[in-house]
């Protein structure tokens, strides 16, 4: 489904001429029908001859009311023109024509109305050659110019041919799978409850689907949906939807907030965008200006920074950066307008070109600069690259969305990218990661590990959990790395450590000795060697706990080391002991290696916690049966 929308001069004609097409009046407010002037958005739909339904906005065209205008034509896909043959081109009519111009509304064509009051052709000549002067080197500058009148239906069949034939042009709005509802009506009817209208973006939405009020984080649900008054199972995108609402009270909606599904977007109070301003204003635009911003249904008062040029003068472009007084939601690619609020004015617009910048700019930091440049006009490749560089290692799915592209354009740029080795995929392709930032970071993991093997050249390896935190990642990203580092044999993991591949520790011929006499001790009493407490007495706690880390031996209690081939051999007792009688007891070992309580209870203890045995009462049971290594 297509959405249309109305523009021009007060009193030309606009919501007349739609209520000739479509039967509809879209004045429905009574202070509108009284003074026969569109105050609030007006909708309304029409059936072309060829049987597709398109909406229609229509907008309210005094100037006391171009705020009204600016929140109903950010969703629509062509512009109806609309200028009084009587009366011309008229001040509204040049603000309306900016702002359409601005906003880039792809496609539209001219309606010259009220021609039953023109008795003189020329003068209809005269108006349509001033108005082509004025369409000139803008968006309609080649739109197809309609004489109609709303009164006699003259010209109405060739103004809906027309329409149908530019849209018929124009691709329906992309399926994104990530909706958006920007809000331009909210109210309640008796049974229903809450209500809002707005023209659907970016993905479907369906009843019974939970969804979020932006940027409050209000949840609710959908109760029904409504497209031209026609209940629907499912909106689509493009279409002028009604979402009644449950779980959410009227007075907690306003007009500018978003319907999304939960999770899916994140609102911003910082946006840098590429701003043109129009060439006909009276002024430059300074930094620290305040203006008013305008962003799909959201009106918004921003203070401006100025990047790159000391000012922005009338008829120029620049980067921007808006910083809202309260928090919008935003896309990259997304439309928007500034007026001055005071005296009231249109004077520019553009594009957002990063909705999230992670600080405020330098005004001249032209590494800055040359990233804004690239989201603006780079190719896909770049556009991806940039978002992959400023949010970091991220699912494929999080940075398409942030990118603006569509999942087919994006999916193929980061692919590209992947083969000619600038984008990494990681875990199994859950996360991508610029190759530029995976080489940084892991240099930065060898490094340390390097640093940790020096500082401590009697450690097998450093704890992963350690040197994750030095390093200030996120688990999912740093175990990603690791395990691409283990594959190519840079890193090696023992259990919780990680050290550099090949790297043993290396004794000094006192620190062997010292070892030698230790393990002289254990030789003499095996089954009640010394504690852990007199071994690190008599050799010192580093020389300990290396022997522990490299196998020479094993802590089977808090104070019991054994050395391995006594601990096998009091292991592979237990199984045999426990397969020939079912069962062992503490006295039983005790006394079999004619050892203390103390070195048969940790024994016994170390076996259940290695999954070998398993205790019932005061006996050891296998855990597996078949256990015999």
Avoid at 101 to 126: C, F, H, M, S, Y
Avoid at 131 to 136: G, I, N, P, V
Avoid at 173 to 184: A, F, H, Q, S, Y
Avoid at 527 to 537: G, L, N
Wanted: net charge negative.
């Amino acid at each position: 489904m297509q959405v249309i929308g109305t523009a021009g001069h007060v009193d030309h004609g606009k919501s007349t001429l739609i209520k000739a097409l479509t039967g509809i009046n879209p004045d429905r407010l009574k202070a509108e029908q009284d003074r026969e002037m569109s105050i609030e958005l007006g909708f309304a739909w029409l059936t072309l001859p060829n049987g597709e339904e398109i909406g229609i906005v229509d907008v309210p065209g005094h100037r006391d009311f171009i705020e009204n205008m600016l929140a109903g034509v950010g969703g629509i896909d062509a512009v109806l023109f609309v200028v009084a043959a009587d009366e011309g081109v008229m001040p509204q009519t040049r603000e309306h024509l900016a702002i359409i111009d601005l906003l880039q509304i792809p496609i539209g064509l001219v309606a010259l109305t009220k021609i039953d009051l023109v008795d003189d052709p020329d003068w209809l000549d005269l108006v349509e050659s001033d108005l082509k002067s004025t369409l000139a080197n803008t968006v309609l500058a080649d739109a197809p110019i309609i004489r109609v009148s709303a009164r006699t239906g003259e010209g109405l069949p060739t103004l809906i041919d027309a329409l149908q034939s530019i849209l018929a042009e124009q691709p329906h709005r992309t399926d994104l799978g990530r909706p958006r509802l920007p809000v331009d009506r909210v109210f309640t009817l008796p049974g229903f409850g809450t209500i809002v209208t707005g023209t659907l973006m970016d993905g479907q939405l369906a009843v019974g689907d939970s969804v979020e009020v932006l940027p409050a984080h209000i949840e609710g649900r959908i109760r029904s949906l409504q497209t031209h008054k026609q209940s629907e199972e499912k909106a689509l995108p493009g279409g002028r939807t009604a979402v009644n609402l449950s779980g959410v009270s009227v007075d907690k909606i306003n007009r500018g907030d978003v319907i999304a599904h939960p999770d899916t977007y994140q609102p911003t109070t910082m946006m840098d965008v590429w701003c043109s301003l129009i060439k006909d204003t009276d002024q430059s635009l300074k930094h620290n200006s305040e203006v008013k911003l305008f962003l799909g249904a959201a009106e918004v008062m921003a203070r401006v920074r100025v990047l790159g040029v000391e000012e922005l003068q009338p008829g120029k472009d620049a980067f921007l950066q808006l910083m809202l007084e309260s928090p919008v939601v935003a896309l990259r690619q997304d439309r928007f307008i500034i007026r001055r609020p005071s005296p009231a004015a249109t004077i520019g617009g553009g594009q957002v070109v990063d909705p999230h910048p992670k600080r405020r700019h330098k005004r001249f930091n032209h590494e800055r600069l040359k990233t804004l440049e690239n989201l603006l006009i780079g190719t896909p490749e770049e556009i991806i690259l940039e978002t992959v560089l400023k949010l970091g290692p991220n699912p494929l799915t999080e940075i398409i969305q942030a990118s603006g592209l569509t999942d087919e354009v994006a999916k193929k740029a980061a692919e590209n990218l992947r083969v000619s080795g600038k984008l990494i995929a990681l875990s199994d392709n859950r996360l991508v990661i610029a190759a530029d930032a995976a080489q940084r970071i892991n240099s930065a993991i060898l490094e340390n590990l390097q640093s940790f093997h020096k500082q401590n050249p009697l450690r097998s390896g450093m704890p992963g959990e350690q040197l994750k935190s030095q390093l200030k990642l996120k688990s999912t990203l740093f175990n990603a790395l690791i395990d691409q580092l283990t594959a190519s044999e840079q890193v090696e993991q023992l259990e919780a450590k990680l050290r550099i591949k090949g790297h043993r520790v290396v004794f000094t011929e006192k620190q062997q000795a010292s070892i030698n006499r230790l393990l002289q001790e254990y030789a003499k009493q095996p089954y009640s060697p010394p504690s852990y407490k007199q071994s690190v007495d008599s050799i010192g706690e580093d020389l300990v706990t290396a022997l522990i880390e490299t196998g020479g031996l094993i802590q089977v209690g808090e104070d019991v080391l054994l050395q391995p081939d006594i601990y096998d051999e009091m292991r592979n007792s237990v199984i045999n002991h426990i397969q020939t009688q079912g069962e062992i007891t503490l006295g039983e070992l005790r006394d079999k290696f004619q050892t203390s309580r103390k070195y048969a209870v940790a024994v016994l203890e170390y076996l259940d916690q290695t999954g070998v045995t398993i205790r019932r009462g005061d006996k050891r049971m296998l855990r597996r049966l078949n256990t015999l290594d």
